[in-house]
């Protein structure tokens, strides 16, 4: 399992997408994992591609409408991530279908997909729980 509760950044909405995140990715790990031939795998990808160009960019603009309402001082910096993040899965998806589906252009994606999410929620998405807790003990809330 993917998802751990040190994740959460303390918004329920911020969480419950984050953890819709993490079950997509894994599903999609699932899948590119599975024994499945490619032929059988390429609707989920295509699903999961079409899903993550959508409910990305959904996400990130909530997330940062977040920071936003608790100002947060890396706001900036954070919607760059998001938004090298968005061009990148769309980069990739455009290759992807002008590659006539090439099967090891998406199991390069499906590895950097979970490396990014994991290590953008753990670290960079902890920094704003830290600064909401922070403001919140300063009676900033």
């Not at 954070?78 to 968005?86: A, G, W």
Request: charged share 30%; proline share 1%; hydrophobic share 35%.
């Amino acid at each position: 399992m993917l998802w751990k509760e040190k994740y959460e950044l303390g918004d329920h909405l911020i969480d419950t997408q984050h953890k819709e995140l993490f079950q997509r990715v894994e599903a999609f790990m699932g899948t590119l994992r599975g024994s499945d031939s490619w032929e059988n795998k390429v609707q989920q990808v295509n699903e999961t591609l079409e899903f993550m160009k959508a409910y990305v960019v959904e996400h990130f603009r909530d997330e940062e409408a977040y920071q936003k309402s608790i100002d947060y001082p890396d706001y900036e910096a954070h919607k760059k991530i998001h938004t090298d993040m968005v061009n990148y899965v769309i980069q990739v998806s455009d290759e992807y279908e002008r590659s006539g589906f090439n099967e090891q252009m998406i199991q390069q994606f499906g590895g950097k997909l979970l490396v990014w999410l994991i290590n953008h929620v753990a670290s960079e998405d902890q920094r704003i729980a830290n600064y909401a807790i922070e403001r919140k003990a300063k009676g900033n809330d």
